[in-house]
């Protein structure tokens, strides 16, 4: 059974850092792409950033770019999300996704990923 679980969220002052994981059993992992997505209430989900299936390419939204970083342990099957500089607007439920991919360079950004977990609240106060 496919199961990602993310971990790591909390409550932070601005400025602060929190790193999200995400334990995936994708089986092999190097099939997949993945990504982390954020909700905020009353607002869609928006894509955060992504990894291709080995880690060749990534992509981040404008919002976070030079701020978050994502990456991929293939050892473990875990994908991470360094968050640095955090702002209050950063403030949502993030969540992890995955995604079966032929493409080595494919970086998904749209919601339209196969796999998700059931997300972590990241809370950032001013």
């Known amino acids: 059974q496919v199961q990602l679980v993310e971990s790591g969220g909390g409550l932070v002052q601005a400025g602060d850092s929190l790193r999200l994981s995400c334990a995936a059993s994708l089986h092999p992992f190097s099939d997949y792409a993945m990504g982390w997505f954020r909700q905020a209430p009353g607002k869609e989900r928006e894509f955060v950033a992504g990894?291709?299936?080995?880690?060749?390419?990534?992509d981040y939204a404008d919002s976070v770019k030079d701020r978050f970083t994502i990456s991929k342990d293939y050892n473990n099957n875990m994908v991470y999300l360094q968050m640095n500089s955090l702002k209050p607007e950063d403030t949502a439920v993030y969540y992890c996704?995955?995604?079966?991919?032929?493409?080595?360079?494919?970086?998904?950004?749209?919601?339209?990923?196969?796999?998700w977990g059931q997300g972590t609240q990241v809370t950032v106060s001013s």
């Open positions: 990894i291709s299936r080995y880690s060749s390419r990534t």
């Open positions: 996704a995955g995604e079966r991919t032929e493409s080595t360079i494919r970086v998904p950004t749209t919601p339209n990923y196969a796999y």
